[in-house]
T-cell receptor, first 111, second 114 residues
Framework: GQQVMQIPQYQHVQEGEDFTTYCNSSTTLSNIQWYKQRPGGHPVFLIQLVKSGEVKKQKRLTFQFGEAKKNSSLHITATQTTDVGTYFC???????????FGKGTTLSVSS | DGGITQSPKYLFRKEGQNVTLSCEQN?????MYWYRQDPGQGLRLIYY???????QKGDIAEGYSVSREKKESFPLTVTSAQKNPTAFYLC?????????????FGEGSRLTVL
């Protein structure tokens, strides 16, 4: 069945280091979304990518959508303690309007 | 303020008891969703509804039931048939016709079965 995979599952960095999480889909996606969930919180939408090869930036966060629209990445430059949380990628399910989520990458940052 | 309200935030129940989790939204969204979150498992879809009086099973619907009698409300019942109900339950909604556009999540309900 349809799958969305993320690596790594966990990442610990020192404050100021960069961080990247990768997302791979078993199917071509019309769009991909990224969410952040702070510890004890709920997922919050970060961004949506639609076009093949698209790159979007939000301050220190850079999001990419692969040329084949089957993979994506999130890169954080110079991490801060406020970046702590779990980052999920999600794409449309093959039927209906729900999203299928990856298992997430949990980022911890030490100062 | 517009948003999604889930209640209760925490719930403890004994084995064999049915429990109902509430989800209400005032965003005027047509589509609503229930996801279950377990540590290291991401979000797994339980049920979703694209319009009032209609709902569809997701990937892990066994042991759960839902209703969608009003646009604003999408309650989830965790029945005694659900073998491992202890989890964090998240309700979400999305606007009309959306195969694009963000999901808005409630703050979640954490269910512990003793």
């Amino acid at each position: 069945g349809q799958q969305v995979m993320q690596i790594p599952q966990y990442q610990h960095v020192q404050e100021g280091e960069d961080f990247t999480t990768y997302c791979n889909s078993s199917t071509t996606l019309s769009n991909i979304q990224w969410y952040k969930q702070r510890p004890g919180g709920h997922p919050v939408f970060l961004i949506q990518l639609v076009k093949s090869g698209e790159v979007k930036k939000q301050k220190r966060l850079t999001f990419q959508f692969g040329e084949a629209k089957k993979n994506s990445s999130l890169h954080i430059t110079a991490t801060q303690t406020t970046d702590v949380g779990t980052y999920f990628c999600a794409g449309p399910r093959q039927a209906g309007t729900a999203l299928i989520f990856g298992k997430g990458t949990t980022l911890s940052v030490s100062s | 303020d517009g948003g999604i309200t889930q209640s209760p935030k925490y719930l403890f129940r004994k084995e064999g008891q049915n429990v109902t989790l509430s989800c209400e939204q005032n965003l005027n969204h047509d589509a609503m969703y229930w996801y279950r979150q377990d540590p290291g498992q991401g979000l797994r879809l339980i049920y979703y509804s694209q319009i009032v009086n209609d709902f569809q099973k997701g990937d892990i619907a066994e042991g759960y039931s839902v209703s969608r009698e009003k646009k604003e409300s999408f309650p989830l019942t965790v029945t005694s048939a659900q073998k491992n109900p202890t989890a964090f339950y998240l309700c979400a909604s999305r606007g009309r016709g959306a195969n694009t556009g963000e999901l808005f999540f409630g703050e979640g309900s954490r269910l512990t079965v003793l």
